[in-house]
């Protein structure tokens, strides 16, 4: 293939190096010459041509050599058509390695894309490294992403929906009333393979049950009635869209929004008796403020002088038995939700649950007069059957829960996003496992001369 050693280490096939020199600031510059067997041949007519009419030099950007700048000079000769009958008067040698016209190696944009796609730096940050600008390197990483996301997704047993803020939100004071109203609210929703590795399947720009409904409907059929779970937080819009785009997936939603309900009851609770006991807001020295964290923790955590100080604590007067019936309330609804497989090592059946959840709404129904458990278990009875699903599947949205923060961390890199189809092909690119980094092991590779058993001097 290289037929010395300078061209073997600048390794571009058909260039061989013809001298180095040092350039300024650590620069090297490499002279090239055309070293290919079809380069002298016309790209009309096929001509093999040997009559120089000129010699241009080309200066493509290249990839540093170990940090400093490479500058190359390709010597090429402009070569006229011997062919009387073909258009073309003259053309200049050209070689498969680079394009005809190529300002840039395409060795620097592959460098270029693979920083971005696996290394997680922003286009700015691979462009100025490479010295070529933003749209060079974010075109070579778009090229190379999409050829992996594109892809249509395989099939997904459970699928996971979430959304999150792709921007901050933008107020403006309305110059009547002097008030602030909202001018841009942008988010984006989600899906996530839940039960394989694809990671992020896809995301749509908005949050409406039209926007989510939009998305999985325009998947195939064929993949659509493979759903068989989907996990979604307890959130009615993507609920109905659902039930509308999958009519044939039960739905079940994420166990911990169900828990982070049922504690925030307790604390509404506690909140709301310390002002009616104190008549003002809770403080250190207050006993019940001492049991802050120990109510939000799970009971069976609880070592045996915190229950007792939680017990003896509250029974002490009304306000505090009230904080311990929303407590109660709490522990029973996740005296349900711990039923669940991977807590239990045995599949829970559908009675089971129902049952514990009876006695949850049992033990709510009987103290009316605490607001926040009524609201508490009216809300669990709204989505009784979602909530058994997921216990009874034990499917969590977790993993969707997780590429949510690295989206967000890719929207901090890049210090937020103007064009939100980039945030999305960047968010899925870090979210996707097929576009992700292949573990690299070292191994030991047997040795090959790149010269062919040329004699090297020395
Ligand atoms: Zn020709």
Redesign the pocket.
Known sequence: MFHDTASALFGVAGLRVTDVESGPDGAVEVWAVTDCEGAAA??????V?SKVHDTVVTRPADVRRAGDPVGVYWVKRRLK???AS???RS?TERVPAVPPGARVLPRLKEQCAAEVADRGVTPAEAARHAGVSWPVAHEAFAARADAVLDAPPAPVAHLGIDEHRRGRPRWRTDPETGEYELLADRWHVNFCDLSGSQGMLGQVEGRTADDTAYWLVQAPPAWRDRVEVVAIDMCSIFLSAVRRALPGAQVAVDLFHVVQLAVKAAGDVRRRATREKYGRRGRQGDPEYGLKGLLNRNVETLSPEQFAKVIETLDSDGHGQQVAIAWIAKEKLRAALRLRARITRSQPCERQVRDRLFAFYDWCAACEDIPEVITLAATVARWEQQIVTAVLTGVTNAATESLNRIAKLEARLAYGFRNPASQRRRVRTACTRGTRRRARTATRRPKQSVTKGKQVPG
Do not use: A, Q, V
């Open positions: 016309c790209p009309d007519c096929g001509t041509s058509c011997k062919n073909c258009p073309r053309f």
